[in-house]
């Protein structure tokens, strides 16, 4: 009888879970709505802020910016909730969290664009034509693009302190995301508006939707192996 038990009792040890959000965005689906709904946030808020500037031109700067902060926000916010909810179905309020966010962004981004404009003017000078590609333009929206994504971070760090327990980070790499993100995209317009000068009439346009672009596949990235680390 003892011949029939197996010589060797060890038993291995179970193997290491994989992160709980490790394969956040393992499907192309959440990426592709990851990234448009963030592109589709920062183009909505250029177009309704001049809309809205044209329909309404007593509307104040701040003003403008928090109504337009805030729908562009719940745009941004519904897309990526659908990118959640399969691997992160407990972020509820996702969208509420980044439409708060994207109006402190709304709040600030005006009087922030004036005052580092001016600074910029009387360092440089003034000039006409910010589509003719300058140094101290990239730093501007270098700038703009780390405190949009600190904003943006600030209000989506509210849904993930009850996810993990290093939720402090976030609104900090989504700041860099967003910097990253920024000054890319003004590098990149000015590289392409002079190949493309016949066919562009809004070279604001091109920036602004290449910065989305940008920022929502470095927020992507950065969001799920942010997660994966933070539930080590």
Request: proline share 3%; charged share 10%; no cysteine.
């Amino acid at each position: 009888m003892s011949s029939l038990l197996p010589t060797n009792t060890h038993v291995e040890s179970e193997k290491p879970k994989p992160p709980k959000y490790g394969r956040l965005f393992a499907a192309h689906s959440s990426k592709l709505w990851w990234i448009l709904s963030t592109l589709a946030a920062e183009v909505a808020f250029l177009l309704l802020s001049e809309t809205l500037i044209i329909v309404d031109s007593s509307l104040g700067m701040a003003a403008l910016g928090i109504l337009t902060g805030g729908i562009a926000g719940l745009i941004g916010g519904m897309g990526q909730r659908l990118a959640l909810r399969n691997k992160v179905p407990s972020a509820k309020g996702w969208v509420w969290a980044t439409a708060l966010g994207w109006t402190l962004k709304g709040a600030t981004i005006y009087p922030l664009f004036n005052v580092l404009y001016s600074t910029s003017e009387s360092i440089f000078g003034s000039r006409s034509d910010f589509s003719t590609g300058y140094l101290d333009e990239l730093v501007i929206y270098a700038i703009v693009g780390l405190i949009t994504g600190l904003e943006i971070g600030l209000g989506q760090w509210l849904v993930l302190r009850s996810l993990t327990g290093r939720a402090w980070i976030w609104p900090i790499v989504s700041a860099l995301a967003y910097l990253l993100g920024f000054a890319l995209s003004s590098a990149l317009a000015h590289t392409i508006a002079p190949i493309l000068a016949g066919a562009i009439h809004d070279f604001t346009i091109l920036q602004i939707s290449l910065a989305g672009g940008i920022a929502g596949i470095v927020t992507y990235i950065s969001l799920a192996n942010y997660l994966a680390w933070a539930n080590e």
